[in-house]
């Protein structure tokens, strides 16, 4: 006796699934790094730890409004407002350039103090640490241009095309959000704990 069990999925599960997956290595990633530099700042008689340049906190600021923003364009989405969707992509993208521009920003005002990656083990770890997140808020940038690119495209009432597009703009969103979580936990990392 054979028996057909049919299994359905949503529409779009599989982005949402992708984004777990890649956040739990990256949740492995930055939790070996914390604990090399936890480790390596309590057993160090060379460790300086540096005063955070002024240009991180308004970084901070520009990535925890892209956050928010982000949730506008979803919630647009959600109302079938196409166009403030779009607007609110953008918006989002433009937060998350400028706080990648205070990181570059940070980074030369740190130079010009003579703090370069290999001046001292907490340099090092500075600019390991806001490297490695700017490159995956990089990843992140490119799939907001995607959802950007896509949201230009002709709209469709079909169940299965809103579906999908609504499952694609919540995987984002939740990739970009712990970009946004995880740049907190660094910075309180990188100048609490010291």
Same mark, same amino acid.
């Given at each position: 006796?054979?028996? *057909?069990?049919?299994?359905?999925? $949503?529409?779009?599960?599989?982005?949402? #699934?992708?984004?777990?997956?890649?956040?739990?290595? &990256?949740? &492995?990633?930055?939790?070996?790094?914390?604990?090399?530099?936890?480790?390596?700042?309590?057993?160090?008689?060379?460790? @300086?730890?540096?005063? *955070?340049?002024?240009?991180?906190?308004?970084?901070?600021?520009?990535?925890?409004?892209?956050?928010?923003? !982000?949730?506008?364009?979803?919630?647009?989405?959600?109302?079938?407002?196409?166009?403030?969707?779009?607007?609110?992509?953008?918006?989002?993208?433009?937060?998350?350039?400028?706080? $990648?521009?205070?990181?570059?920003?940070?980074?030369?005002? !740190?130079?010009?103090?003579? #703090?370069?990656?290999?001046?001292?083990?907490?340099?090092?770890?500075?600019?390991? !640490?806001?490297?490695?997140?700017?490159?995956?808020?990089?990843?992140?940038? !490119?799939?907001?241009?995607?959802?950007?690119?896509?949201?230009?495209?002709?709209?469709? =009432? =079909?169940? =299965?095309?809103?579906?999908?597009?609504?499952?694609? *703009? =919540?995987?984002?969103? @939740?990739?970009?959000?712990?970009?946004?979580?995880?740049?907190?936990?660094?910075? $309180?990392?990188?100048?609490?704990?010291?």
């Amino acid at each position: 006796m054979n028996v *057909a069990i049919k299994t359905e999925r $949503l529409p779009g599960s599989s982005y949402r #699934i992708g984004v777990w997956v890649s956040l739990a290595s &990256m949740a &492995m990633l930055f939790t070996s790094l914390s604990s090399a530099y936890i480790v390596r700042s309590a057993s160090s008689f060379d460790w @300086i730890p540096l005063r *955070a340049p002024r240009v991180m906190f308004a970084g901070t600021a520009c990535i925890l409004l892209s956050s928010v923003a !982000l949730e506008f364009a979803r919630r647009r989405l959600k109302e079938s407002f196409h166009e403030a969707y779009a607007r609110y992509l953008l918006l989002t993208a433009l937060l998350g350039v400028a706080f $990648l521009t205070s990181q570059l920003l940070a980074w030369r005002q !740190l130079a010009r103090q003579g #703090i370069y990656l290999a001046t001292n083990p907490y340099g090092s770890f500075f600019y390991l !640490l806001t490297a490695a997140h700017g490159v995956h808020l990089l990843g992140g940038l !490119l799939a907001l241009g995607f959802l950007w690119l896509r949201s230009r495209r002709q709209q469709s =009432d =079909d169940p =299965d095309f809103v579906a999908r597009r609504q499952a694609r *703009a =919540d995987a984002v969103a @939740i990739y970009w959000h712990f970009m946004d979580g995880l740049w907190i936990y660094l910075f $309180l990392l990188l100048f609490l704990w010291r």
